[in-house]
């Protein structure tokens, strides 16, 4: 009798299947029999704020179909530990994630439950192209946003204590970001609302001016702040000045020259931690005077003076002085749950920032080294014709 293969457990959303998703479950399938756990219809409703194109049914009959895979189930439970209660029934030997796929909590998990876990790289089969689920998706076009630094200052009740500028990046739909995340999501959706499956052929900051006012409308009683809808509709990396009190920016400043970009997508690292919880509200509890604002301002701009020189100190200063003037003025940003991720990486990053003001979303990571199980962004550059 041959030895016992191993149990193996992957879990995800496995829609439009493609061969990413084959790549990975063949190499899964390399360390033993592959159970996949796949998340709800309702769940990834609730965590991509969207539906699926196929349903949780029909994706199960299909992974069952595949050589690669043992048995496919739906999780019984929600969010992205929706998978807590069929592993631990499970029991498998490894547990196994993709870059993106991973999270501190995940990782965590296992260790309390002694299972094995490995990250693995995307890395498409022969010479097929990379894919991904979002790729394929007809809104690919529509960009996300990251801040940079000195975002919050783009909301009235900020500058008016003092002004500043604000620092986003465009970032290509790579993989899709979960919703309540930081990552502009659901100024995203209006601009997929408004244009369908890409942005139009128009100025950027036109389309941004656009894009905020349909994101606003009259009556609107939480306004999104302009760096959203500036950060998804122009490329490069963009640097905006608020006058005291002004929602709109009075300047513009861009980085589009190649070197400059791949410099800093060299630099930064994601890792995925949890959506901002339903009924959190950051502003329950604020320190926005004067001096805050002050050093959020200062922060936006040693950033970018380290950005513009490419000069690696000056930039991680600046970007985690805009994180520390942010959780100054919103103490919810962080809590003890965050603290304890963000100190995981301590020794090998310089500096670090959440992707939002929802207590969670993805942690942004500034090293020259490699950072493991982290993955990487794609900024978006500007299209020849504009």
């Not at 019984?76 to 196994?96: C, E, H, R, W, Y």
């Not at 604002?293 to 490419?310: M, Y």
């Amino acid at each position: 009798m041959g030895e016992k293969k191993k149990k193996v457990f992957v879990s995800g959303c496995f829609d439009m299947l493609h061969s990413g998703h084959i790549a990975f479950l063949q190499e899964a399938a390399r360390y033993g029999d592959v159970y996949v756990g796949l998340g709800s219809d309702k769940t990834i409703r609730e965590l991509k704020g969207r539906d699926t194109i196929n349903s949780e049914e029909e994706r199960v009959y299909v992974l069952s179909a595949l050589a690669c895979v043992h048995k496919a189930f739906v999780n019984t439970g929600s969010g992205l530990l929706d998978f807590v209660d069929n592993m631990k029934a499970l029991k498998p030997d490894i547990f196994i994630v993709n870059e993106d796929g991973h999270s501190p909590e995940k990782e965590e998990l296992c260790r309390e439950l002694g299972i094995e876990y490995k990250v693995l790289k995307r890395i498409p089969h022969a010479n097929l192209p990379p894919r991904s689920t979002t790729a394929l998706r007809a809104v690919k076009p529509m960009p996300y946003r990251i801040d940079i630094a000195g975002t919050w200052i783009d909301q009235p009740y900020v500058s008016k204590y003092y002004p500043g500028a604000a620092i986003t990046a465009s970032i290509e739909p790579t993989i899709e970001f979960n919703e309540r995340s930081g990552m502009a999501t659901s100024t995203r959706k209006k601009a997929i609302e408004l244009w369908n499956d890409h942005l139009p052929l128009e100025k950027p900051e036109k389309l941004a001016k656009t894009l905020f006012r349909y994101d606003n409308d009259p009556g609107t009683q939480e306004v999104s702040g302009s760096q959203d809808s500036i950060g998804i509709t122009m490329p490069g990396i963009n640097k905006f000045y608020y006058e005291k009190g002004k929602y709109w920016p009075s300047k513009f400043e861009t980085v589009s020259d190649l070197t400059t970009i791949r410099w800093l997508e060299d630099k930064i690292y994601m890792v995925t931690l949890w959506p901002r919880p339903d009924g959190y509200n950051v502003l329950s509890n604020t320190n926005i005077n004067t001096p805050n604002v002050k050093k959020l301002a200062e922060a936006a701009e040693l950033a970018w003076e380290g950005l513009l020189a490419r000069d690696i100190g000056v930039f991680a200063r600046g970007f985690i002085d805009s994180f520390h003037a942010q959780v100054r003025m919103f103490p919810k940003m962080l809590n003890p749950e965050i603290e304890k991720i963000i100190n995981q990486y301590k020794d090998i990053a310089l500096a670090w920032k959440l992707s939002g003001a929802g207590g969670g979303g993805y942690l942004i990571l500034i090293s020259e080294k490699e950072i493991p199980n982290a993955f990487r962004i794609k900024i978006r550059v500007k299209d020849f014709w504009l």
